[in-house]
Nanobody
Framework: QVQLVESGGGLVQAGGSLRLSCAAS????????IGWFRQAPGKEREFVAS????????YYTDSAKGRFTISRDNAKNTVYLQMNSLKPEDTAVYYC??????????????WGQGTQVTVSS
């Protein structure tokens, strides 16, 4: 079992930055890939970024490339999502998830409760 808790969300102006954290409990955390997803009001949950369990492989959705960086510190059981140059369209609840390295939400077995990110124009 892996429990995930996100933090770091908040209100930021367009062009600003936020760093989300995903703290995990469970001895097997380092064996899982971690994905970040987001869901805006009235929209489907969408993939943002993922990291393999070693952190050697990462993948981003096109809208995140060049602006967001996913990283992980397995010694601290924490995964980060550094978000720069934020845009109003990045406004959503952001979730981290643990599972198989994939862009599909169905590949992830464990989910956090989410953290709200609001970007004002």
């Amino acid at each position: 079992q892996v429990q995930l808790v996100e933090s770091g969300g908040g209100l930021v102006q367009a062009g600003g930055s936020l760093r989300l954290s995903c703290a995990a409990s469970g001895r097997t955390f380092s064996r899982y890939a971690i994905g970040w997803f987001r869901q805006a009001p009235g929209k489907e949950r969408e993939f943002v970024a993922s990291s393999s369990w070693t952190g050697d492989n990462t993948y981003y959705t096109d809208s995140a490339k060049g602006r967001f960086t996913i990283s992980r510190d397995n010694a601290k059981n924490t995964v980060y999502l550094q978000m720069n140059s934020l845009k109003p369209e990045d406004t959503a609840v952001y979730y981290c998830a643990a599972g198989a390295y994939s862009v599909y939400a169905s590949s992830y077995d464990y989910w956090g409760q989410g953290t709200q990110v609001t970007v004002s124009s």
